[in-house]
């Protein structure tokens, strides 16, 4: 089982809906952030988070640390939302303090 | 520069050869680190530097892949006898410190090896 798992794992939307992105982890974490990854490779973050709820624009993370899991949301979805999130977490045990480990990430498809 | 910056953007080699990828980081963050990310797959660590020393390096494949960071600011992941297995986008990320500074990503090289 991996350590950081998404749901979905992808997912078409037509523009103007509301998303939801889903991220589970095992591991206890110091922190963790929403990475996106548009076609070509190169990777945005988006938040980074360890508590709570951050927003901005137009996308709302939060987190739950007792239930060890978080949510992206995008509100009034566009086209060019279109990439893949991805969730990755930093251990607060083991591992380096450079380590994030990685979801294997969702892939959002908005319609216009 | 603005951005933690990659090159090159793609790589094309073919199997047995040498290659170099680098990083240059945002100025002044300490901490640097690679990932590989093989197709449908989410990242996966490699190594992290702190200053010029590879703080961990526990993610590296095998002998065939270093890094090096000898300034504590550019860094260079070298492959040596590239194998097809080695095909995938290499992403380079740096934040201001360890521990919970945020890290910021490069655009990626995608290397293939033909």
């Known amino acids: 089982k991996n350590e950081v798992e998404q749901s979905p794992q992808n997912l078409t939307a037509q523009e103007g809906e509301f998303i939801t992105i889903n991220c589970s982890y095992s591991?206890?974490?110091?922190?963790l952030h929403w990475l996106q990854q548009h076609p070509g490779g190169g990777i945005v973050s988006l938040f980074m988070l360890s508590s709570g709820k951050k927003k901005h624009g137009r996308l709302i993370a939060t987190i739950n640390i007792q239930e060890k899991h978080s949510s992206l949301h995008i509100t009034a979805s566009h086209p060019r939302d279109s990439a893949v999130y991805i969730c990755?977490?930093?251990?607060?045990?083991?591992?380096?303090?450079?380590?994030?480990?990685f979801g294997k990430g969702t892939k959002l498809s908005v319609k216009p | 520069g603005a951005g933690v910056s990659q090159t090159p953007s793609n790589k094309v080699t073919e199997k047995g050869k040498y290659v170099e990828l680098r990083c240059d980081p945002i100025s002044g963050h300490t901490a640097l680190y690679w990932y590989r990310q093989s197709l449908g797959q989410g990242p996966e660590f490699l190594i992290y530097?702190?200053?010029?020393?590879?703080?961990?390096d526990s993610g590296l494949p095998n002998d065939r892949f270093f890094a090096v960071r000898p300034e504590g600011s550019v860094s260079t992941l070298k492959i040596q006898r590239t194998e097809r297995g080695d095909s995938a986008v290499y992403l380079c990320?740096?934040?201001?410190?360890?521990?919970?500074?945020?890290?910021?990503f490069g655009q990626g090289t995608r290397l293939t090896v033909v």
């Open positions: 990755a977490v930093k251990l607060l045990y083991g591992g380096s303090q450079g380590n994030l480990i």
């Open positions: 530097f702190q200053g010029t020393g590879a703080a961990d």
């Open positions: 591991v206890g974490i110091s922190a």
């Open positions: 990320a740096s934040s201001l410190a360890a521990g919970t500074a945020e890290a910021f």
